[in-house]
Every structure is written in structure tokens, then in C-alpha cells.
């Protein structure tokens, strides 16, 4: 008898446990994502009043907590079962799953941009009603103040925007020591202050104009927004159309190493890492796993 071996395919090692580690970590960070948001919803209460949901005028953030972290522990199990059991059933709902989310992102941007003048309506309305429901929910008021600073903007489209808010408008009647002022998230950052002045923005709408300035972002937050959308627009429609591209001949490893670079060296859409990296990994398993019952 001759010392040969046939050596037919074999399931990568390699793949199917950095899929079920990677999965993991998913898993269990949607797990703490949908627990801060029930824990958070216990703290408002609105756990033993459902009705309460409806009963904020803005956004509750809690929901993009609950959301997001279902979403991810749903993939998280797919992905982690999928690849420990090497179940291809898992597997092509944890590709779908993810090329599903990779396609309605595709979707929103192609509308941003083709309806862009709606969208902008639409951005107003959502932050104005917002405006009104600052201090109704403090996750509420901790995402807009998050935002603000981070836009460097205040308002919609400018400080004045905060006049919709009844602690924060200029008319006579308003008794709030906050009367014609806006949250501290709308002045201009002090490099040499280690502690944030919470009432920096009081009175600061009864000055001009010219003086304003010099205390608070006169700019508001939708042409903020739309500014950064004009400085990333090319790259990031470039980036998609390259990745639907690559997508399609996902058959082999060669083509997972090239789409790895491809994203490390010019992507700067941090969401886009994982979907493509799992849609790679999990389609070159599932070909592993059907080659290897094919040879039975």
C-alpha cells in the first residue's frame, strides 16, 4: 500500500474562529446595548407605563440603544452559532442579514442626495421638535448637547432656533433664569478651562449679533450637516460603489484580502468594516463547508 493520502477540502480553521470570535464580542455587546436601554427606560419609568413612550415630544434615544443592540445580537447569534456549528443556514442568514443593512445604506445615500431639499426639511422639523423637548428627557437633552458640540453648531439653522424652547425663549412672560439664553453645548470652547461652565450661554441672545459671536457657534446644525455631507459625499459613494463592485466576486480568500486593503487604506466609514468583512469571511465558509460535504 502506497504512503499517499488524498487530500480533498478542508473547513479554514482560521475563518471559522475568527468568525465565532468576532461574533462574540457582537453578541455580547448587543446583549449590553438592549440591557442599558431597559435599565435606562426602568430609570424613566417607562418599563411600568408603556404609554409613557409616546408621551416625549422628541426623539427617546433609549430606542437607538434598543434597536441597534437587537440588531447586533441577532447577527452576533447567527454569525456565532453559524460558524461554531459550521451551520450554512446561519451562515447565508448572517451574509443576507449584512448585505441587507449594506444595501439599505446604499439606498439612504443615493435618496440623500436625490432628495436632499426634502431631507433638509425633514431635518429641521426633527431637530425644532427636538428643541422644544430639551429639558422633557435627559438622554434626549445629552444627545442634542453631544451633537452641538461636536457640529460646533447651535439650533437648526441658528441660536435664535431656541426661542421654540419655553425655557430658553425671549419673551416677557418667561420667568426661567435661562430666558434668551442656549445650553452650554452652543459656546465656543475655552482650550484653557478644564471645567465645563454650564451658564455660559445665559443672556448671551439679548447682546448683538456682532457679540455673539465671540460666546457662542452662530452656525446652526443643518448647514453644518450638510457641509460635512459636500466634504465626504465623493469618498464615500466611491467607497460603496468600489465595495458592490468587489462584492461580487466574493468566491475565493484572494478576493476577502484585496477588499481588506481596499477598506483599510481609503475607507473613513467606520460602519463599513464589519458588514464587509463578515460578508467575506462567512461566504468563504459557507463554500468551505458545501466543498467538504460535496466530496463526502
Not at 137 to 152: A, G, M
Not at 212 to 241: H, M, R, S
Request: hydrophobic content about 45%; glycine content about 8%.
Amino acid at each position: 500500500m502506497s504512503g499517499k493520502h488524498y487530500k480533498g477540502h478542508e473547513v479554514s480553521c482560521c475563518i471559522k474562529y475568527f468568525i465565532f470570535g468576532f461574533n462574540i464580542l457582537f453578541w455580547l455587546l448587543g446583549m449590553a446595548l438592549v440591557g442599558i436601554g431597559l435599565w435606562a427606560w426602568s430609570e424613566k419609568g417607562v418599563l411600568s407605563n408603556i404609554s409613557s413612550i409616546t408621551d416625549l415630544g422628541g426623539l427617546d434615544p433609549v430606542w437607538l440603544f434598543m434597536v441597534v443592540g437587537g440588531v447586533m445580537f441577532i447577527l452576533g447569534f447567527a454569525g456565532c452559532i453559524g460558524a461554531l456549528r459550521e451551520n450554512t443556514f446561519l451562515l447565508k442568514f448572517f451574509s443576507v442579514f449584512l448585505g441587507i443593512i449594506f444595501f439599505l445604506e446604499l439606498t439612504a445615500g443615493i435618496l440623500a442626495f436625490v432628495f436632499k431639499d426634502w431631507i433638509k426639511d425633514q431635518l429641521n422639523l426633527f431637530i425644532n421638535n427636538n428643541i422644544r423637548a430639551y429639558r422633557d428627557d435627559i438622554d434626549l437633552q445629552n444627545l442634542i448637547d453631544f451633537t452641538q458640540e461636536y457640529w460646533e453648531c447651535c439650533g437648526a439653522f441658528g441660536a435664535d432656533d431656541w426661542n421654540l424652547n419655553i425655557y430658553f425663549n425671549c419673551t416677557d412672560t418667561n420667568p426661567s433664569r435661562e430666558k434668551c439664553g442656549v445650553p452650554f453645548s452652543c459656546c465656543t470652547k475655552d482650550p484653557a478651562e478644564d471645567v465645563i461652565n454650564t451658564q455660559c450661554g445665559y443672556d448671551v441672545r439679548a447682546k448683538s449679533d456682532s457679540e455673539q459671536k465671540d460666546y457662542i457657534n452662530v452656525k446652526g446644525c443643518v448647514p453644518q450637516f450638510e457641509k460635512w455631507l459636500q466634504d465626504n459625499l465623493t469618498l464615500v459613494a466611491g467607497i460603496f460603489i468600489g465595495v458592490a463592485l468587489l462584492q461580487v466576486s466574493l468566491a475565493n480568500l484572494f478576493d476577502f484580502y484585496v477588499l481588506l486593503l481596499i477598506s483599510i487604506t481609503f475607507t473613513q466609514v467606520p460602519f463599513c468594516h464589519p458588514q464587509i468583512f463578515g460578508i467575506c469571511l462567512a461566504q468563504n465558509l459557507v463554500s468551505d463547508i458545501e466543498a467538504v460535504r460535496a466530496s463526502w
